[in-house]
């Protein structure tokens, strides 16, 4: 049973393009939730997702980003125009409705020039 | 609201020394606490974890309990290694949902 997959490992953007971050759960896993580590810091909780639904969207910056997670396919996180500020590592885990217990994938790390 | 503090680093420890990570909560009800790791370009691992005033979790010689009447859950080990060089994240959920993470303590084994 593969971990959690996420893809790219590392990204680089300009400041204004779009950063798309993808992240598959492991096989069975229905929840996704995606953070964000800046340097030296701890992880920051941002979304919470399920199928096709956005349970808590609260430490989601309002504007430029955004999240999803189709019936089909993996969960995927927007950021928009990005800027330097963006650069850090963006982690997803899951985990299945019964365990509990969230697993995670190696991160993708974002670095905004 | 819910929080989790740890003590800052980095600790550095030479090899088979004794290993305490202090690690504190604010928290309503009753959370379960979890102790991650994170080696260097990696994602988090689960370490151990307690669901449970009294509990202890322990995996890989580590260990750490869950003390409600000092809101605690202090990471040891009795005897580390150099492979044992990583952050470690301190976290508190409620139902499995959202993870409330401190801010990672570093950790530096030296030979």
């Known amino acids: 049973n593969a971990g959690v997959m996420q893809n790219p490992r590392h990204l680089v953007r300009r400041r204004g393009q779009e950063a798309r971050l993808r992240c598959s759960p492991m096989k069975g896993h229905s929840h996704v939730y995606w953070y964000r580590q800046l340097p030296e810091e701890g992880l920051k909780f941002m979304v919470y997702?399920?199928?096709?639904?956005?349970?808590?969207e609260s430490g989601m910056p309002k504007e430029r980003f955004s999240a999803e997670f189709p019936k089909e396919g993996p969960s995927i996180l927007r950021i928009q125009q990005v800027v330097r500020g963006d650069s850090a590592a963006y982690f997803c885990?899951?985990?299945?409705?019964?365990?509990?217990?969230?697993?995670f994938g190696q991160g993708t790390r974002l670095t905004v020039v | 609201g819910n929080s989790v503090t740890q003590m800052e680093g980095p600790v550095t420890l030479s090899e088979e020394a004794f290993l305490t990570i202090n690690c504190t909560y604010t928290a309503t009800g009753y959370p379960s606490l979890f102790w991650y790791v994170q080696y260097p370009g990696e994602g988090l691992q689960l370490l151990l974890k307690?669901?449970?005033?009294?509990d202890k979790g322990s995996n890989k010689g580590f260990e750490a309990t869950y003390r409600k009447e000092t809101t605690s859950f202090h990471l040891e080990k009795g005897s580390v290694q150099v492979s044992d060089s990583a952050v470690y994240f301190c976290a508190l959920a409620y139902s499995s949902y959202k993870l409330i993470f401190g801010s990672g303590t570093r950790l530096l084994v030296r030979p």
């Open positions: 997702l399920q199928k096709e639904n956005i349970i808590d």
């Open positions: 307690a669901t449970k005033a009294d």
């Open positions: 885990a899951s985990r299945n409705d019964r365990e509990g217990e969230a697993f």
